[in-house]
């Protein structure tokens, strides 16, 4: 009974980490529905094999953003600079999120220790935030527009370069969540980490959206640019 609830949690998270990413870079997300739920449950799948049969809680946010960069970019076909950008900053999201959270119970006594109840509990109420926030998004328009499909950027300097440079900095802040939650119980520094990365990324990601517009509205943008 404990891996069927695992699973149907787990894909509850995955899928509205993924939708929360889709609405971050405003993608048409009806015509990706049967794309979404497919993934959701391959990466449920996964997450149980790294959380119960391997017993790697402690590395799972080392490797499961590899294989979300995977999907989005051989399923999804955005091109690999960006999927790794859109992977990267929609992850942080999820886990900014699920850090709140952990923080918060934590002040009453409570750890969300893989396969608890109250694991269970903090992933539902997580996912329920994040498709809230990304319902928000979306009707708001509060996205970004400067991710584009079918070309691969040419040009990494610039805005491009730093965008690379957080998408790595970004993966390594992410990596480290298990890791200081699970093995050191740091939730505060959790926390803040995700808040300086995740806060980094958007910066950097908005400027892209202000230069990519300029551009547009000069003629001139390209997926050089």
Same mark, same amino acid.
């Given at each position: 009974?404990?891996?069927?609830?695992?699973?149907?949690?787990?894909?509850?998270?995955?899928?509205?980490?993924?939708?929360?990413?889709?609405?971050?870079?405003?993608?048409?997300?009806?015509? /990706?529905?049967?794309?979404?739920?497919?993934?959701?449950?391959?990466?449920?799948?996964?997450? /149980?094999?790294?959380?119960?049969?391997?017993?790697?809680?402690?590395?799972?946010?080392?490797?499961?953003?590899?294989?979300?960069?995977?999907?989005?970019?051989?399923?999804?076909?955005?091109?690999?600079?960006?999927?790794?950008?859109?992977?990267?900053?929609? /992850?942080?999201?999820?886990?900014?999120?699920?850090?709140?959270?952990?923080?918060?119970?934590?002040?009453?006594?409570?750890?969300?220790?893989?396969?608890?109840?109250?694991?269970?509990?903090?992933?539902?109420?997580?996912?329920?935030?994040?498709?809230?926030?990304?319902?928000?998004?979306?009707?708001?328009?509060?996205?970004?527009?400067?991710?584009?499909?079918?070309?691969?950027?040419?040009?990494?300097?610039?805005?491009?370069?730093?965008?690379?440079?957080?998408?790595?900095?970004?993966?390594?802040?992410?990596?480290?969540?298990?890791?200081? /939650?699970?093995?050191?119980?740091?939730?505060?520094?959790?926390?803040?980490?995700?808040?300086?990365?995740?806060?980094?990324?958007?910066?950097?990601?908005?400027?892209? #959206?202000? #230069?990519?517009?300029?551009?547009?509205?000069?003629?001139?943008?390209?997926?050089?640019?």
């Amino acid at each position: 009974m404990n891996v069927l609830i695992f699973l149907i949690i787990s894909m509850w998270e995955w899928f509205a980490l993924i939708m929360l990413a889709f609405a971050l870079y405003r993608f048409e997300i009806r015509y /990706y529905v049967g794309q979404l739920v497919f993934s959701s449950f391959l990466l449920a799948l996964f997450s /149980y094999m790294v959380f119960n049969v391997f017993d790697l809680k402690i590395f799972a946010t080392l490797i499961q953003p590899i294989v979300v960069f995977l999907f989005f970019w051989l399923l999804f076909k955005i091109p690999i600079f960006y999927a790794g950008l859109v992977v990267v900053n929609g /992850y942080l999201a999820y886990c900014l999120v699920t850090s709140v959270i952990f923080y918060f119970i934590k002040q009453f006594g409570f750890v969300s220790i893989p396969s608890t109840p109250t694991s269970f509990a903090t992933q539902s109420i997580a996912g329920l935030i994040v498709l809230f926030l990304a319902r928000a998004v979306v009707k708001y328009r509060l996205g970004f527009s400067f991710v584009q499909h079918g070309h691969e950027i040419k040009n990494i300097s610039g805005t491009n370069l730093k965008l690379l440079i957080l998408t790595i900095i970004g993966y390594i802040a992410l990596s480290s969540f298990n890791i200081l /939650y699970y093995g050191a119980n740091k939730t505060l520094i959790v926390l803040i980490s995700m808040i300086v990365a995740f806060g980094l990324m958007q910066y950097w990601t908005l400027k892209k #959206e202000h #230069e990519a517009a300029f551009l547009k509205r000069n003629k001139k943008y390209s997926m050089d640019s």
